[in-house]
């Protein structure tokens, strides 16, 4: 695991090495163990790779990048895990290829040797790379398929240059921090800012699948290197069930390839404790981790992940949290480097934290619901979508008339949000129940010069949406899910938080080869009788505690309802309502006070809300600082 850097350039410019050095320190967190780097001379200019690493495959200095071929003409720089390396490795040493080392990272430029721009396809695992034929005087970057392991880039007039993280990019001259206020609607809305944009105009992400080409024609568009297929098989449940398990044991005992200790974080969930029981099938000692938040039992999934601890004799650490943890909250916008909207960011940063002091790789559960339909919104909606409207409408006057809860869990808050949008399709009502704002609350909340980006919101959503008409209603959800949330707020998390405290996290649930089977199975394996995951619960049936199964999904947040009318609370009246507020010169005032007035009497649960414009307020005022 790793951060990489660096820039091709045909401007003819002049490159210090102070600059290598500060984009070297930007990363170092992703790799405390080594850096190296490496400038080319080139026609017209200069190319420079740079990486920091984490050692997990072959310790040894041999395997520091950047490394090169045999005769020095193909160089890389790699952050990731390729999962496939040892076959590859084999096959590409029957081809005559020598090796240096025994990491993953050199098999990836004999794999260019022997199979061109091709040789991207042929990688099983989590990357981001940078490439460099010098013969040819081309410079690839790629991404994974879900998008694991970021890679950003500024382009400028024969100029490329790229970074694991926007911080690194930062430290170039001629990059400027010019916000991208176009992108603020859809943060507002989604919680996150998703490929290709980012917080700043000239910066862009590649997206997950990708692959960009520079050479001494220009900089081509990124062109995708794979996508999921939209194919459904006729499959029985015993053999699905079978099929599930097999695959995951597969992606399990890839993930386990490591020179260095690795643990799972256990949530106590269905999928960390499948994820649990397949690494602790070796008769390895396993170590695992939970986390809870002091004195919340409602965010509290210690007792399941305990049990499921015990029945497979893992070696289980538990991590309490104080209620409001203000000193995390306010390190976020530095570790994002964009506003970031989900607030089970600060128990994702804390317990990676806990874990890296016992092991540098982790296992997690991310990605089962994804693959399986686990989400509650996917019942609804598949629910509103059989129901006739005044059935509908009866149950938006019940919530009407039930008592005022400000927990989102409560059923007058559950059946507000179903009922929410009535008379849109099932698809665009989706998104409201998920969203931060909708779309009529951007309206209100902007000021007049901000509503022009109001249609930006669901730009990216409306047109996966539109991609996948005519398909069943659940595999269209979970298109939009996988190419939407997963891949810019869950793996955006996961990978942020991970790293900012130099450990590996590696998510058996996202094995490409699982995902594409669990994407064709029927709708009807995956929610029956309106039981989500079915196929994948009956899989385990059997092998995992019946309290495992049985439970309904809690999922892994933070209960910022309750900091709101705290010590975040004030924190959010001193920034977002103070003198001087940056969301006040973009909102309107009175909006930003009503939401924290009717939070603050129980008329309602604003926490997303909330959490959102602090964590914008808290990244606007580090970047204009």
Same mark, same amino acid.
């Given at each position: 695991?790793?951060?990489?850097?660096?820039?091709?350039?045909?401007?003819?410019?002049?490159?210090?090495?102070?600059?290598?050095?500060?984009?070297?320190?930007?990363?170092?967190?992703?790799?405390?163990?080594?850096? !190296?780097?490496?400038?080319?001379?080139?026609?017209?200019?200069?190319?420079?790779?740079?990486?920091?690493?984490?050692?997990?495959?072959?310790?040894? @200095?041999?395997?520091?990048?950047?490394?090169?071929?045999?005769?020095?003409?193909?160089?890389?720089?790699?952050? !990731? %895990?390729?999962?496939?390396?040892?076959?590859?490795?084999?096959?590409?040493?029957?081809?005559?290829?020598?090796?240096?080392?025994?990491?993953?990272?050199?098999?990836?430029?004999?794999?260019?040797?022997?199979?061109? =721009?091709?040789?991207?396809?042929?990688?099983?695992?989590?990357?981001?790379?940078?490439?460099?034929?010098?013969?040819?005087?081309?410079?690839?970057?790629?991404?994974?398929?879900?998008?694991?392991?970021?890679?950003?880039?500024?382009?400028?007039?024969?100029?490329?240059?790229?970074?694991?993280?926007?911080?690194?990019? +930062?430290?170039?001259?001629?990059?400027?921090?010019?916000?991208?206020?176009?992108?603020?609607?859809?943060?507002?809305?989604?919680?996150?800012?998703?490929?290709?944009?980012?917080?700043?105009?000239?910066?862009?992400?590649?997206?997950?699948?990708?692959?960009?080409?520079?050479?001494?024609?220009?900089?081509?568009?990124?062109?995708?290197?794979?996508?999921?297929?939209?194919?459904?098989?006729?499959?029985?449940?015993?053999?699905?069930?079978?099929?599930?398990?097999?695959?995951?044991?597969?992606?399990?005992?890839?993930? +386990?390839?490591?020179?260095?200790?690795?643990?799972?974080? $256990?949530?106590?969930?269905?999928?960390?404790?499948?994820?649990?029981?397949?690494?602790?099938?070796?008769?390895?000692?396993?170590?695992?981790?939970?986390?809870?938040?002091?004195?919340?039992?409602?965010?509290?999934?210690?007792?399941?992940?305990?049990?499921?601890?015990? %029945?497979?004799?893992?070696?289980?650490?538990?991590?309490?949290?104080? *209620?409001?943890?203000?000193?995390?909250?306010?390190?976020?916008?530095?570790?994002?480097?964009?506003? #970031?909207?989900?607030?089970?960011?600060?128990? @994702?940063?804390?317990?990676?934290?806990?874990?890296?002091?016992?092991?540098?790789?982790? $296992?997690?559960?991310?990605?089962?619901?994804?693959?399986?339909?686990?989400?509650?919104?996917?019942?609804?909606?598949?629910? =509103?979508?059989?129901?006739?409207?005044?059935?509908?409408?009866?149950?938006?006057?019940?919530?009407?008339?039930?008592?005022?809860?400000?927990?989102?869990?409560?059923?007058?808050?559950?059946?507000?949000?179903?009922?929410?949008?009535?008379?849109?399709?099932?698809?665009?009502?989706?998104?409201?129940? #998920? *969203?931060?704002?909708?779309?009529?609350?951007?309206?209100?909340?902007?000021?007049?010069?901000?509503?022009?980006?109001?249609?930006?919101?669901?730009?990216?959503?409306?047109?996966?949406?539109?991609?996948?008409?005519?398909?069943?209603?659940?595999?269209?959800?979970?298109?939009?899910? #996988?190419?939407?949330?997963?891949?810019?707020?869950?793996?955006?998390?996961?990978?942020?938080?991970?790293?900012?405290?130099?450990?590996? =996290?590696?998510?058996?649930?996202?094995?490409?080869?699982?995902?594409?089977?669990?994407?064709?199975?029927? *709708?009807?394996?995956?929610?029956?009788?309106?039981? @989500?995951?079915?196929?994948?619960?009956?899989?385990?049936?059997?092998?995992?505690?019946?309290?495992?199964?049985?439970?309904?999904?809690?999922?892994?947040?933070?209960?910022? =309802?309750?900091?709101?009318?705290? %010590?975040?609370?004030?924190?959010?009246?001193?920034?977002?309502?103070?003198?001087?507020?940056?969301?006040?010169?973009?909102?309107?005032?009175?909006? $930003?006070?009503?939401?924290?007035?009717?939070?603050?009497?129980?008329?309602?649960?604003?926490?997303?809300?909330?959490?959102?414009?602090?964590?914008?307020?808290?990244?606007?005022?580090?970047?204009?600082?």
């Amino acid at each position: 695991m790793c951060g990489i850097f660096g820039f091709y350039d045909r401007t003819g410019a002049k490159h210090g090495p102070e600059v290598t050095a500060k984009m070297t320190a930007a990363l170092s967190h992703r790799g405390p163990d080594s850096s !190296g780097s490496r400038n080319f001379r080139i026609e017209g200019g200069e190319v420079l790779l740079g990486a920091t690493r984490l050692r997990i495959q072959d310790l040894s @200095s041999a395997a520091d990048q950047p490394v090169q071929n045999e005769n020095s003409s193909v160089w890389v720089v790699f952050n !990731g %895990e390729i999962y496939n390396f040892r076959d590859l490795r084999s096959g590409l040493k029957e081809k005559g290829h020598i090796f240096r080392s025994s990491s993953d990272t050199e098999v990836i430029v004999h794999l260019y040797e022997e199979y061109g =721009a091709s040789f991207v396809s042929k990688l099983d695992g989590m990357f981001a790379l940078a490439l460099l034929d010098l013969k040819t005087e081309a410079l690839f970057l790629a991404r994974d398929r879900t998008g694991k392991k970021p890679l950003f880039y500024s382009r400028d007039s024969g100029k490329l240059t790229f970074a694991s993280e926007i911080k690194a990019l +930062l430290c170039v001259p001629g990059i400027k921090k010019s916000f991208n206020e176009g992108a603020l609607a859809e943060y507002l809305h989604c919680g996150y800012i998703s490929a290709p944009d980012t917080a700043y105009s000239g910066i862009n992400e590649l997206q997950a699948g990708e692959l960009l080409v520079i050479s001494r024609s220009g900089i081509a568009e990124p062109q995708a290197f794979w996508e999921l297929k939209d194919v459904t098989i006729d499959i029985g449940e015993e053999e699905a069930g079978k099929k599930i398990r097999q695959l995951i044991g597969r992606a399990v005992e890839k993930r +386990l390839v490591s020179d260095v200790p690795v643990g799972v974080l $256990l949530s106590g969930g269905l999928d960390s404790s499948i994820v649990a029981l397949t690494a602790s099938a070796g008769n390895k000692k396993v170590k695992t981790f939970c986390a809870a938040f002091l004195g919340e039992d409602s965010f509290d999934e210690r007792k399941y992940a305990a049990l499921v601890a015990k %029945e497979f004799k893992t070696e289980h650490i538990e991590l309490m949290i104080k *209620s409001s943890p203000v000193e995390t909250v306010l390190e976020l916008p530095g570790i994002f480097d964009q506003p #970031f909207g989900d607030s089970s960011a600060i128990p @994702s940063l804390l317990i990676s934290r806990e874990a890296r002091k016992h092991v540098t790789v982790v $296992l997690t559960g991310d990605g089962g619901d994804e693959g399986f339909a686990g989400y509650d919104r996917f019942r609804a909606a598949l629910l =509103a979508e059989s129901l006739p409207l005044y059935q509908q409408r009866i149950l938006r006057q019940l919530a009407f008339l039930l008592p005022r809860s400000t927990s989102i869990h409560a059923l007058k808050s559950r059946l507000e949000r179903f009922t929410s949008g009535l008379g849109e399709s099932v698809m665009s009502r989706h998104n409201r129940w #998920f *969203s931060v704002f909708a779309v009529e609350e951007l309206s209100g909340l902007l000021k007049d010069e901000g509503q022009g980006f109001v249609s930006l919101a669901t730009e990216k959503q409306d047109a996966l949406i539109e991609k996948t008409k005519g398909n069943e209603t659940l595999d269209r959800l979970l298109n939009l899910n #996988f190419n939407s949330y997963l891949k810019y707020n869950l793996n955006t998390k996961m990978d942020r938080c991970s790293m900012a405290a130099s450990l590996e =996290a590696r998510s058996p649930l996202l094995d490409t080869e699982l995902l594409e089977f669990a994407f064709s199975l029927p *709708s009807k394996l995956k929610i029956k009788a309106g039981q @989500s995951k079915y196929i994948l619960k009956k899989a385990y049936g059997g092998l995992l505690p019946k309290a495992i199964l049985g439970r309904k999904k809690q999922g892994f947040g933070s209960p910022v =309802a309750k900091w709101f009318k705290g %010590e975040l609370g004030a924190l959010y009246s001193d920034c977002v309502l103070g003198k001087d507020s940056r969301c006040a010169s973009r909102f309107k005032k009175e909006c $930003l006070e009503d939401l924290n007035r009717a939070h603050l009497s129980g008329k309602r649960d604003n926490g997303r809300k909330l959490w959102a414009l602090l964590q914008l307020e808290l990244w606007l005022r580090k970047e204009q600082a």
